[in-house]
């Protein structure tokens, strides 16, 4: 049986990371900070003049930088995905299961880097970094970004790193959104892209989950409008129920029942201290949760969520959205993935196919829910290490010279 | 990984892949229905220069044509082409997977719905080898339906008289038949004789 690495992140991939059943770990990594000084101008209106992305990379760039893979992370995931660092090796990647030598995305044949969005609390730009120009932390001063912003702003780390095209850009859930931005917003620099676990945009019940975790914070005594750090605190509770909320959505209700069922901890007691081990295992990730992310950051990256909709500035059609996209896609889903049901990745798909593009899709019978993207399932490892070989195949000669799925779209025809 | 198991039809199925091959155009968008392992549609990208996508539901297949660089969607057949607009496709090919579908009807139409032109393949039910075997009392096993009664995925299997009145009965215009036996074309006595028939058809 599967051991319940139930998680979007932080340690706990480590438990999901010890199923991993090919490959190495890519052994010792380290963090890197790069600093941009040209002005980012954000969805917004706001304009960021300067900014710092956290970045770790692994593998060796080719000589053609021709075999760079992106990983963009999920909500509450960083730039860590792979390896661990020196003297912590607990501290595990978040996608350690899926990238590394022998890994599905193979280190030993792409150069993998993994980044840190803006507005982050793990080292990019973000609330809980120095705002420039005061000196002081950001705070609650720093602006909403969206998945375009992110990408625009990874589109500066590739030009940086002196990556032209990306081989492929990859990523679950929130990551796998990023992937599509990238396919529409810079299209000539992107092969493949790796949508998984994701939909193309969140529906008024993800929304309101995410509202309902906003809320928790927003209305915590300790938040202090965002100016939390000023007198000294943190809204661990509005954290805690944010997070609480988060995991239910992650979870399959078949899995939650395998897992925990009617399960007590220690008999009724006719109180409201836990008593189901449900409750108890959310307060514990809602416990660890509050200690290690920032409650401006959460607010902000479920906005972020919110907002995404490609098709929006596409008259309400996706189809048109996509059209701009040329590279090829593997979309993949999880059959009891509730939060991004299959049907929402289907609707990626029918539009990529309503433009002719090369896609494949597949549909990942597991128990886990959402989460199922961060697990070792043996179709899925082995679906996405066949597209990578097929990515490594191809190598940077198939650069758009495919005719695409006979597509008669801007880009190819 | 799991080997892919090629069903004993598609492992038989070259020379319908050169008569399929044949009815294709060139740069066709061809969308291959149960598409198995994606080996006919990697033959018609490579011989044709077709496009388009297979559709398999079985883990095995989808991993197998990920690896063949074949467009595949994981989807059930039987709840219809909803992914599909109306003539998106020049031809939709189903291939040795009628006699193993539910809803037969329903997915000839959702062919000739979203394809302007069908292929349709199965194995001959009317092949003497099988008539013999029913003679005797026996529930058919060939190499075309190399299954036993109890452990076959076939639940409509058809002969070649069967479905020339299917497809009469629903006025379906017939443009190619090809009946074949032992990888070779059979004129006399196609639904005696013949092995694998193969179908294409559109709307009248």
Sequence with gaps: MTSFAATTGGADAAAAAAHARSGRSIGVVVPRLARFAEPLPLACGRVLPEFELAYETYGTLAADASNAVLICHALNASHHVAGHYAGEPDNVGWWDNMIGPGKPLDTDRFFVIGVNNLGSCFGSSGPSTVNPATGAPWGADFPLVTVEDWVDAQARLADRLGVRQFAAVMGGSLGGMQALSWAVRYPDRIRHALVIAAAPNLSAQNIAFNEVARQAILTDPDFHDGRFEAHGVKPRRGLRIARMIGHITYLSDEQMEDKFGRELRDGLKFSFAPEFQIESYLRHQGEKFAEYYDANTYLRITKALDYFDPASTAGGSLARALAPAVCRFLVVAFTTDWRFAPARSREIVKALVDNHRDVSYAEIAVPHGHDGFLLDDPQYLAVVGAYCDRIAAEGAGAAHAAPGAGAPGPGSG | ?204
């Excluded at chain 2, 229905?33 to 490579?46: M, P, T, V």
């Excluded at chain 2, 996508?53 to 063949?68: F, P, Q, S």
């Excluded at chain 2, 990888?183 to 709307?203: C, H, M, Q």
């Design chain 2, 1 to 204: 990984m799991a080997p892919y198991l090629p069903s004993a039809a598609a492992a038989a199925g070259r020379a319908d892949f050169a008569t399929i091959g044949a009815w294709i155009a060139p740069a066709a968008r061809v969308l291959d229905l149960g598409c198995g392992d994606g080996s006919l549609l990697a033959y018609l990208q490579r011989e044709r220069k077709a496009t388009g996508y297979g559709i398999e539901i079985d883990d095995a297949g989808v991993l197998a044509c990920i690896g063949n660089a074949v467009n595949v969607l994981q989807s059930d057949l039987e709840s219809g082409l909803a992914g599909f607009d109306d003539a998106s496709f020049d031809c939709v090919i189903l291939s040795q997977t009628l006699q193993a579908m539910r809803h037969t009807e329903a997915i000839v139409n959702e062919m000739l719905r979203v394809g302007r032109e069908a292929i349709v393949t199965f194995p001959n039910f009317g092949h003497w080898t099988h008539r013999l075997q029913i003679l005797r009392g026996r529930m058919p096993v060939s190499s075309s339906l190399p299954y036993q009664w109890y452990d076959t995925p076939n639940i409509h299997l058809c002969t070649v008289a069967d479905f020339d009145a299917f497809l009469d009965q629903r006025r379906l215009e017939v443009e190619n038949r090809v009946v074949l036996a032992g990888g070779r074309s059979v004129s006399v006595l196609p639904n005696l004789l013949g092995e694998l028939a193969i179908y294409r058809f559109r709307k009248a």
